[in-house]
């Protein structure tokens, strides 16, 4: 899809600083994720994987997270879930709906959701499945929205994983195996 600019033009209005930070946001998830693929050879299309990565959080400003300046109702982990449900009612490809829908953590397990009460149905997948899910879920880990927004070192990373719990950072050890750089 390289229409994505549509998409963000339509929710992210010129001139505002939440469309900078998304911007910001998604072009540095957008650069890793392509550096990650061309130096594993993944044969995802460049194209498919700037426009999942451009897209993937199209759904903060429907939730309350004044610190990065979104002001909607709902909670921020569900940024996710509602992105993928404004993308399928945009009519983005479902490929991309499912990287929004799937790239908070290291993905989101059922179990989880009842076990730690998350406010999330449990009626849907929200674990990373395809290369292209795995691929921007993992590039996502790296980039804040808030601060100073530099990369973050992979030692940081795996510091904010391991809070999540022992199978959210076992799962993210596995995306670093796939696609971490030497």
Sequence with gaps: MSDYNRIIDKY??????????????CRQVADKALAIAEAR?????????????????????????????????EHYLRHGMLGADLLR?????????RVAERHTGSGIT???IIADMLPLPTDRCLMPETTLERLICYADKFYSKSGDMAEKPLPKV?????????????RFNDLHREFGLK
């Excluded at 009519?91 to 991309?96: I, Q, R, T």
């Design 158 to 170: 795996m510091v904010s994983m391991a809070r999540f719990g022992p199978e959210p950072f076992a």
């Design 12 to 25: 992210y209005p010129e001139g505002s600083p939440l469309r900078d930070i998304y911007l910001r946001h």
């Design 89 to 97: 009612r945009e009519g983005a490809p479902e490929a991309l709906a």
């Design 110 to 112: 059922r179990e989880e």
């Design 41 to 73: 050879g993944l044969t995802l299309p460049p194209a498919e994987i700037e426009a999942a990565a451009m897209l993937h959080d199209i759904g903060i400003f429907l939730c309350d997270a004044p610190s990065i300046g979104c002001h909607g109702q």
